[in-house]
């Protein structure tokens, strides 16, 4: 009876491991080559590379969600957030967030000047709090993001319910 009872707890402990989830989670290091201190930013990966949205600080809670499925930070409140948006490289650009929009840069040629959405891809560090319920959101874990913490963590997924329904196994036999 021993045996049966520390079978079924391994296989419904093997069984749970792949199903835990984690919310997404980013740094808080605030980027050296942004020439400010202070103030609500957002380090983010984006069509003009990687850069800094840096914003009033009064922004740092309650403004700001994700627009469509991806990581595009969206203005959630009823009106426009300006701000200014810093490459890494060291260009500067005006920034801004619509009402319900999502994040641009200005940009001015010699014969038109326009606003074009930043595509935000990927965030780094952000001190801005998201509202974001990501169970309404189309996210899809990518296992073949060429991320190796990813690998790592499914390589030993695999390795421990290979294990754990090895010795459940062995248990059963004896």
């Known amino acids: 009876m021993k045996k049966k009872i520390i079978f079924i707890v391994s296989l419904l402990l093997a069984l ?20 400010v201190s202070g103030g609500a930013y957002i380090e983010v990966q984006c069509a003009l590379g990687r850069g ?18 991806g990581y595009s930070p969206a203005n959630i409140s009823r009106s426009t957030i300006s701000g200014t948006y810093y490459t890494a490289a060291g260009a500067k650009y005006n920034a801004r967030v619509n009402a319900m929009g ?11 000047y326009e606003w074009i959405n930043l595509n935000v891809t990927k965030i780094y560090n952000t001190n801005v709090k998201f509202e974001d319920f990501k169970d309404d ?11 190796p913490v990813t690998y790592l963590w499914l390589a030993c ?8 329904m090895y010795i459940a196994w062995r248990s059963s036999c004896d």
């Open 16 to 35: 749970s491991i792949p199903s835990v989830a984690y919310a997404e989670e980013y740094g808080n290091t605030y980027p050296a080559y942004v020439p």
């Open 52 to 69: 800094t949205l840096v914003f009033a600080r009064e922004y740092k809670d309650g403004y700001f969600g994700f627009y469509g499925s």
């Open 102 to 112: 999502e994040a641009q840069y200005y940009r001015e040629t010699s014969t038109r």
């Open 137 to 147: 959101r189309a996210n899809i874990i990518d296992l073949f993001s060429y991320d």
């Open 157 to 164: 997924t695999v390795v421990i319910i290979l294990l754990l």
